[in-house]
Structure formats: C-alpha cells, structure tokens
C-alpha cells in the first residue's frame, strides 16, 4: 500500500479559527447588549424554527461568512433567552459571562475527563470544586463529589451510592433479589427525579413513599415515621430519606436536622436535594435555615441554577468520597494503568456511571474565581429580597392572592377578579390559561405551580439581571391579562 498524504480538510489554521471566534465574541457582545430589550420569548412555533434553522447538511461544507449568519439566525430569531432579567420560569441561572468563556476553553482543550491522564488539570479543578463546596455544606474532611449534566445525573449518582450501602449485601453484583426490598422516602413535593431515580434503581417508583406535607409545603416528621414503621412491619428494609433544601414548587426547606435524627435512628442514608435551595448557604442571613444540612451523607446540587453558571452542571456530594468508588468503579482491560509508576491521579470514570466526560467543572470553577463568594451571597440575598418584594406587591392589591409566603426566591401566586374569590373551578381554568398567554407576552415569562389543587403563577429568580422593575413588570402583566381573559371568559 502506497504512503497515504495528509488530509487537512477538518483541521483549521489558527487564523482562521482566530475570525471565526471573533466573528462569534462580536456577536455575543451584541446579543449581551441587545438582551434586555428583546422579547423572553418571541412566540415562536414549531413550524417557525424549524424552517429557520434546518438545512441538508452539505457535501461542501459552507463559507465560513455563511456559517456565521446561519448561527446568527439561531441567537437571534429561533432561541428564546432564558438569561432575559424578565425570565422567572423555571430554576435555570442566567449563564455567568467568566462561564460561557471557560466553556469555550474546555471545548478547544476537548479532554475527556474521565481519566486523570487525559485531563489532568480538569480532574485536579474537579476534585477541587468539589471538596470546596462539601465544605460549604459542612460536610467534614473526605467528603467530595463529582460533576454531572445536571440534577437528575446528581440525585441518580448518590442514590446509587446509598443503596449499594444500605442494601447489606451485594447488591452490584447479585442485584435487588439478594435481600429485603428497600424504600425511598421523601416529600409529594420533592422533585420527581427521586421517584425517577427509584425506578432507574430497581426500587420501582411506587417505592418512593410520598411523605404529606404541612402547611409550609414541607415534609412532616410524624407521616415521614408512620411510613417508616409501616414499611418495617411489612418487612421492607427503609433506605433512604431525601429531604429537600428549596423544592421547586414554592422554595419550601424540609426539616432538615430532625430527619436527619430519624435517618440517623434507623440506620438510613440521609441525602438532601439541595439542586435549587443549596447555593443559599453562602449568605450569612440565610444558612441557619439549612441545619442539618451538614449531617446530609450526600448532596445533589446544581450550580447551573442559583449559581447562574452556564447549563449544564449538577453536583453529587458525598459525605464519604470512598463511597463513590465503591459504588461506580468497573474494572476494563484497556485503561489498565500502573498508577505507582505514574503517580498519576484520580480517573473519574470509576465514579459515576459515565467513562466519557466534558470538561464540566470549568465553567463553574471560573465563575467563582472571577466573582467571588461575597459578590454571589450579595446576589443570592437580592434575589430573596425581590421574591418577598414581589410578595410584598401582591398581597397590596385587591384582584391578586398570595398562595403562600414566598420562600428562598420563589413567589406563588393568583390572578382573582372581584367577586370570583370563592369560585376555584373558575379560577384553576382563568389561571391556567393566564400562565401561557403571559409567557407570549414576552415581557416576563412565569411558570406555574398547583397547590392544593389550586393552579398559580410562580416566579422564581435566579437572575442576576432580575430587579425590582422586573417585579412590577409581573404585576402590570398578570392584571392586564387576567382583566382581560376575565371579561372574555365571564358570562
């Protein structure tokens, strides 16, 4: 066979890639600067983007001054910006500049960090990061973690962790049947990723036990040990009891330090979803409503929420590091490694279900080297600040209800016309349509809630751009739909 010649097609000179990255930081400064006074959302349809953005993927490949128009059409007329000060939907971060900037650093170094050797920097970061934030929580010397795409990724890791512990046997190799069926519990609030990560586990869904809450919205102690007890008697081994830190729905903190003594008593691994609530800790005024977090053996956290960093990011803390070893590691004949020869560090991949890794903990690292802990807490306390504003504005006037006091950054509540107060059918269906038409609004983009089977607004900020004219923005919105969905809808 004759010697192949090179073939340079996909490799690109630093000058070229130098244009293409300037083209694409000019354009990022312009939607920055654009930002606040376009639309959260611009209605946009299915059929819109598709026709938009879709195009044969050619056997030429384009100019480079087409492929930056093209990624123009994609920021600027097919997205919609969750990083808008008036988006309060959902518990998504509106994305740190220092962020978005070491994402392009971990996409042009391209290490998978999986093994040590492989991203030796990037595995020292992590490793890092996480130790820092165990300690945030209080968690003691050992106690670290890893990162993951997200919550979902996070709670799975560390509720694998602890039933690989708690089972008492082993369960990695001979599966759930080698012992007593376990149980999960946690709140009818907590976040559906637990249930989720019951099935994913073998427990099955329906062993995820709903524990009632108060009137709080959070877990209550005495259901929480009636299930317990019941499960005992019925010979099923209880496992896990996941208490939240900032439910999603309403911000709700569980009692966090009381169901660690029951975890505790019954000899049950003790996790906390702290995914929205945990990045709290770092404000003075507001760590004494997580105690007990600290007695947690594992943490799911993301910081692509209240730390605003760019998606995605989620983190499993463990108050025990060895347990996630021991949990994830597997053993392959072609990443053999002499590690006393190499002296080289800890491979990720043996701790956590994926062997191929981005470069996650960058962004995130960068973030907090960039801004700093006092200048998140002075934000983080903001954002709680503008909810009980919100609150504050709501319960001022007459067509508008409080659901329920707003709790960390979220505020839940309803449009109620005069005279309509006591008709809840009518106000679960005004409501419910209220919620959509506000988000093509486009001025602020709400999600929603349903409490008690009452369906409501929800905002939540986690926007650092997010002010109080954005509160009163939500206000002036929401009166001047309801009003008029009311007038088309009564009688």
């Not at 910006?81 to 650093?105: E, I, K, R």
């Not at 602890?162 to 976040?191: K, M, N, W």
């Not at 439910?247 to 906390?272: C, N, Q, S, Y």
């Amino acid at each position: 066979m004759n010697r192949p010649e090179p073939v340079r097609d996909l490799d690109w000179s630093s000058e070229r890639a130098e244009k293409l990255g300037r083209d694409v930081v000019q354009m990022w400064a312009e939607f920055l600067e654009k930002l606040p006074e376009m639309p959260v959302d611009r209605g946009l349809r299915e059929s819109t983007v598709r026709e938009a953005v879709l195009r044969d993927v050619p056997a030429q490949g384009m100019e480079d001054d087409e492929l930056v128009t093209y990624l123009r059409t994609v920021v600027f007329e097919a997205s919609m910006y969750p990083g808008h000060p008036g988006f309060m939907a959902y518990v998504s971060g509106a994305g740190t500049v220092p962020g978005a900037a070491a994402d392009l650093v971990a996409s042009f170094l391209n290490q998978n960090v999986g093994g040590w050797r492989l991203g030796p920097a990037a595995t020292e970061i992590e490793l890092a990061l996480m130790r820092w934030m165990a300690s945030c929580f209080g968690l003691p010397e050992g106690a670290g973690g890893i990162v993951q795409s997200g919550g979902a990724m996070a709670t799975l890791v560390c509720l694998k962790a602890a039933r690989d512990r708690i089972a008492g046997y082993e369960v990695r190799a001979t599966g759930l049947g080698g012992g007593p069926q376990l149980a999960f519990y946690c709140s009818q609030e907590a976040h559906v990723v637990i249930a989720r990560a019951g099935d994913i586990l073998g427990l099955g869904a329906d062993h995820v036990r709903k524990i009632p809450v108060d009137e709080r919205f959070a877990m209550r102690v005495d259901a929480l040990e009636e299930a317990i007890e019941a499960d005992i008697a019925a010979g099923i081994r209880p496992a896990v009891i996941a208490g939240t830190a900032g439910t999603t729905a309403t911000g709700a903190i569980d009692p966090l330090a009381e169901l660690a003594a029951l975890a505790k008593r019954h000899d049950m691994w003790f996790h906390v979803d702290g995914a929205y609530g945990g990045a709290a800790v770092l404000v003075e005024e507001l760590r004494g409503l997580f105690t007990g977090i600290e007695q947690a053996d594992s943490i799911a956290f993301d910081p692509h929420k209240w730390l605003y960093t760019p998606h995605s990011g989620g983190c499993a803390i463990l108050r025990d590091f060895a347990d996630l070893p021991r949990s994830f590691a597997a053993v392959a004949g072609y990443i053999h490694e002499d590690k006393e020869l190499t002296q080289r560090g800890v491979d990720m991949g043996q701790l956590s279900p994926q062997f191929s890794r981005g470069f996650h903990a960058l962004k995130i690292w960068v973030s907090l080297l960039a801004h700093g802990t006092d200048a998140y807490a002075r934000r983080i306390g903001h954002d709680v600040q503008l909810a009980s504003y919100l609150a504050s504005q709501v319960e001022a006037h007459p067509e508008l209800e409080l659901m329920t006091p707003a709790s960390l950054s979220i505020c839940c509540f309803r449009y109620v016309p005069q005279g309509k107060a006591d008709d809840e059918e009518y106000l679960n269906r005004l409501n419910e349509r209220l919620m959509p038409l506000g988000q093509l609004d486009g001025r602020v983009y709400l999600s929603n809630a349903i409490l008690d089977g009452a369906f409501c607004q929800r905002a939540c900020i986690t926007n650092f751009r997010t002010e109080a004219e954005h509160m009163d923005a939500v206000i002036d919105m929401t009166l001047r739909i309801g009003r008029d969905l009311h007038n088309q809808m009564s009688p």
